[in-house]
């Protein structure tokens, strides 16, 4: 899940960095595409998971915390009645420890889709608040790198069993209610963007966890609910 986060923030960044290259064609595009921006972001995020931790430490496992580092990579379009329409994919960096042997480790993510509306404070800046509703989740994975799985053992018992790695996954329905703050370079046209966002992600609904695709019982109540805050870097253009 981590280098999934990191190669999808890598990508994200290399898009905006072209994007900046290439702002006096993006400038000329505006038009087509209209105003809104697209952005990459890091900031820092609350779960809720402390059931999780408790039950990992009774068991001798290392807890991961109620906070972790979050990436995100987004977009949005604002139309002439100042509504916002807008994409964006969140990744968190919970963390890997190694445990008896073996890495242990918790990652997750949401994405949704947002709607808001956009005031301007000046022609280069503009606030906004956000409801995105979408989905998440976590999962956490036990790897035994010196563990080497045969292919036909596979096909002869094609069941999870001790010496496969094992995944235990939570996924669920997730609102997003945040606001933003954003600065923008530039008179005309399409430039450079940074700014502020904060909010709160609620899980309204106890997820189930899964191993492997199938349900586990006496499972924690834990979630990635909880506020978050992060700074955006990006290209904006100006309505």
Same mark, same amino acid.
């Given at each position: 899940?981590?280098?999934?986060t990191?190669?999808?923030?890598a ?23 209209g ?28 807890? /991961?915390?109620?906070?972790? #580092? ?7 379009r ?20 190694e ?36 989905g998440g989740?976590?999962?956490?994975? /036990?790897?035994?790198e010196?563990?080497?799985?045969? #292919? ?8 999870p069993?001790?010496?496969?790695e ?6 669920? #329905?997730?609102?997003d ?27 309204p ?27 955006? #870097? ?6």
């Amino acid at each position: 899940m981590t280098g999934l986060t990191l190669r999808s923030f890598a990508a994200g960044i290399f898009a905006v960095g072209v994007s900046l290259a290439g702002a006096d064609s993006a400038a000329a595009q505006a038009d087509l595409l209209g105003p809104g921006a697209v952005y990459v972001g890091a900031g820092i995020s609350s779960i809720s998971t402390e059931e999780l931790d408790d039950r990992l430490d009774q068991a001798g496992y290392p807890t /991961f915390g109620g906070s972790t #580092f979050g990436l995100s990579i987004g977009g949005y379009r604002i139309f002439g009645n100042g509504f916002m329409l807008g994409l964006e994919g969140n990744g968190l960096i919970m963390g890997e420890e190694e445990q008896d042997g073996r890495e242990v480790g918790l990652g997750g993510g949401y994405g949704t889709l947002g709607l808001g509306y956009m005031f301007d404070v000046s022609r280069r800046a503009r606030v906004y608040p956000r409801i995105g509703l979408g989905g998440g989740g976590m999962g956490m994975w /036990f790897e035994d790198e010196e563990v080497e799985v045969d #292919f036909d053992q596979v096909l002869a018992n094609p069941q999870p069993t001790p010496d496969r790695e094992p995944v235990l996954s939570t996924a669920g #329905f997730v609102v997003d209610l945040g606001m933003g703050a954003e600065v923008r370079a530039g008179r005309r046209g399409a430039g450079p963007l940074v700014g502020l966002r904060f909010g709160y992600v609620a899980a309204p609904f106890n997820a189930e966890w899964w191993l492997n695709e199938h349900p586990v019982a006496d499972d924690p109540n834990s979630t990635i609910e909880g506020p978050y805050i992060r700074a955006i #870097f990006g290209l904006g253009w100006r309505r």
